[in-house]
């Protein structure tokens, strides 16, 4: 099974909903930003390693954030 893809501009959306759930200045809504911002493989592996080890519940909020925007 593959991993799934995150372009920028999702990370972007996933920054801003994760700063709304969590805080602007949290590890993982600026390592998301920074990512979006780069795009460069060192700072999104670095972005979803930190986005894969927060709680359930707030990786679930900010999907589902993603998800009612479109």
């Known amino acids: 099974m593959s991993e ?16 709304f759930i969590c805080s602007p200045d949290h590890p993982t809504t600026v390592a998301l930003r920074t990512a979006s911002e780069s795009g460069t493989d060192k700072d999104i592996k670095a972005a979803r390693a930190l986005f894969l080890k927060l709680k359930p519940s707030d990786r679930r909020a900010a999907l589902s954030m993603l998800s009612d925007n479109d």
């Not at 799934?4 to 920054?15: C, Q, W």
């Open 4 to 19: 799934p893809v995150i372009d920028r501009e999702a990370m972007g959306r996933l920054a801003k909903a994760l700063s």
